[in-house]
């Protein structure tokens, strides 16, 4: 049985909550703020201040690696990327990968 789209945002943001509280950051709140047909968007409030996770298709998980090599290369207004993955569904329709970013 495949999984569906509201167990992966439960697993996103348990993934985001689990990144957390490995640094021993405190989790306050979290909501949904963007959504389209190729990834969703959660505000993660902190006591650390405010992150962004992402949730895309494997196959659109360039953006990490982007935002990286812009940032290293004097590009100013990047998001920091401080942490992502990939998750496996056995499904390439419901394998996703998510970013926490740093605004």
């Known amino acids: ?12 943001i348990a993934w985001g909550i689990d990144y957390f509280n490995s640094k021993r950051i405190k ?6 703020v963007a959504h389209t047909s190729y990834s969703s ?3 993660i ?3 650390k201040g405010v ?8 196959a659109l998980f360039s953006e990490p690696k982007m935002l ?17 993955t990939t998750f496996d569904c056995s499904s390439s329709i419901f394998s996703f ?3 926490i ?3």
Do not use: W
């Open 1 to 12: 049985m495949e999984p569906n789209r509201v167990d992966l945002s439960k697993q996103a």
């Open 27 to 32: 989790v306050s709140n979290y909501e949904k």
């Open 41 to 43: 968007v959660h505000q």
């Open 45 to 47: 409030q902190t006591e």
């Open 51 to 58: 992150f962004y996770l992402k949730q895309t298709p494997i």
């Open 68 to 84: 990286t090599y812009l940032a290293d290369h004097g590009c100013r207004n990047i998001p920091k990327v401080i942490a992502y």
């Open 97 to 99: 990968s998510l970013s």
């Open 101 to 103: 970013f740093e605004t």
